[in-house]
Structure formats: structure tokens, C-alpha cells
T-cell receptor, first 114, second 113 residues
Framework: KAGVTQTPRYLIKTRGQQVTLSCSPI?????VSWYQQTPGQGLQFLFE???????NKGNFPGRFSGRQFSNSRSEMNVSTLELGDSALYLC?????????????FGPGTRLTVL | AQTVTQSQPEMSVQEAETVTLSCTYD???????LFWYKQPPSRQMILVIR??????QNATENRFSVNFQKAAKSFSLKISDSQLGDTAMYFC??????????FGTGTSLTVIP
């Protein structure tokens, strides 16, 4: 079974631009969560989608948004990029999004904002 | 809100020795789960071990075991017989009834040959 895939793997943008990141979960998984990973901050939860609905949201500004499609693939969008948005963005999928479910992480998208 | 604290940014251990990584957490929930994830250099994050808060028995997975002290809100990871492949960032995490994961800032472990 294929693992969680994320595209693109690397991205360079300039301040003010917007960006869309994509995540394809493991087949059969319905929950997708997004995290921002920066040195010294660890992983910070952005949001979680389950069956095309945002079920949980972290403490990030409205510039960060996401959606999930009927095939469980998810996209994350960041508008009006700031230098501080430079980070590794990870997505994780799980079967039903229950805390008993194991989260499987993708390789991440490395975003650099210049 | 929940917080997870890992007070050891970096650690090292000699191959074949034992090392313990510390983690403390703060939650007002009664029903929660604790996890240790491993992120090898340039590789994907994978689950190492997990513990249900309502279980008193410490979880064990081969060379990996935890010391779960619920009253102290402590959840340390012990790696026995350390191997070179254990070199990685280790993240402690907690999840609550809302299924939202809270991660610590990580501990970078280096196994020295």
C-alpha cells in the first residue's frame, strides 16, 4: 500500500505570494491533518479534515486554509506569504481520525519564503 | 490547551547503551493518549510507541519502552541497546478527545558508534 505523498517536495516563494500544497493520504484513510514544523517550535497543528469537513483547527491566522476532496486528498493554501511561513509542512493521514488511530506522516513540503 | 515539553534539545548515546528521553505534558483531559514519534534525517516521521492514559502498564515495543507517570504527567522513552539507526529527532505528543495532536519541540538523538 502506498504511503502518504505530498507535492511538491520543495517550494520557493516570495513575500506576498500564495501557495497551495497537496497531500494524498493512504488509500482508505479518511482523516488528514496538517502541521507546520519549524526549528525550536516543533510541530504545530494547523487543521484536520475528515470526510471533506474541517473537524479541528489550530491557532493559525486565516491566511492558512485547507480543504479535502471526496477522494480524501487534501490541499493547504497559504495566502499573502510572510517570511515566518518558511517551514516544513507535514500532513498525516489516519483511518478515522480517532485518537486510537495511528497517524502516518508524509515526507513534507519544504517551503522557503524569500 | 495542552502543552508538551521536551527539555532535552540534544542527546547522544554510545551504540549498545541505553538512553532515556524526557517528556512532560499538561492536560485537563481524563481520556488522552501519549505518543513518541521518530523522524530520521531526511526521512518520514514514524510512530515509535503509544500509551493510553487509562492503562497503568507501561507500553513496550521491542527495544523501546516508556515510563508513564500519570500523576507527575511524565512520559519518558527508554531506548535499550541503542543502534545507529536510532539516530533521529524524537517527538513526544499528546492527543485529547478532540483528536488534536500536541507535539513537543523534539529531542535530537545521536547514536555514536
Amino acid at each position: 500500500k502506498a504511503g502518504v505523498t505530498q507535492t511538491p517536495r520543495y517550494l520557493i516563494k516570495t513575500r506576498g505570494q500564495q501557495v497551495t500544497l497537496s497531500c494524498s493520504p493512504i488509500s482508505g484513510h479518511r482523516s488528514v491533518s496538517w502541521y507546520q514544523q519549524t526549528p525550536g517550535q516543533g510541530l504545530q497543528f494547523l487543521f484536520e479534515y475528515f470526510s471533506e469537513t474541517q473537524r479541528n483547527k489550530g491557532n493559525f491566522p486565516g491566511r492558512f486554509s485547507g480543504r479535502q476532496f471526496s477522494n480524501s486528498r487534501s490541499e493547504m493554501n497559504v495566502s499573502t506569504l510572510e517570511l515566518g511561513d518558511s517551514a516544513l509542512y507535514l500532513c498525516a493521514s489516519s483511518l478515522g481520525g480517532q485518537k486510537t488511530d495511528t497517524q502516518y506522516f508524509g515526507p513534507g513540503t519544504r517551503l522557503t519564503v524569500l | 490547551a495542552q502543552t508538551v515539553t521536551q527539555s532535552q534539545p540534544e542527546m547522544s548515546v554510545q551504540e549498545a547503551e541505553t538512553v532515556t528521553l524526557s517528556c512532560t505534558y499538561d492536560t485537563s483531559e481524563n481520556n488522552y493518549y501519549l505518543f513518541w514519534y521518530k523522524q530520521p534525517p531526511s526521512r518520514q516521521m514514524i510512530l515509535v510507541i503509544r500509551q493510553e492514559a487509562y492503562k497503568q502498564q507501561n507500553a513496550t515495543e521491542n527495544r523501546f519502552s516508556v515510563n508513564f507517570q500519570k500523576a507527575a504527567k511524565s512520559f519518558s522513552l527508554k531506548i535499550s541497546d541503542s543502534q545507529l539507526g536510532d539516530t533521529a529527532m524524537y517527538f513526544c505528543a499528546c492527543t485529547n478527545t478532540g483528536n488534536q495532536f500536541y507535539f513537543g519541540t523534539g529531542t535530537s538523538l545521536t547514536v555514536i558508534p
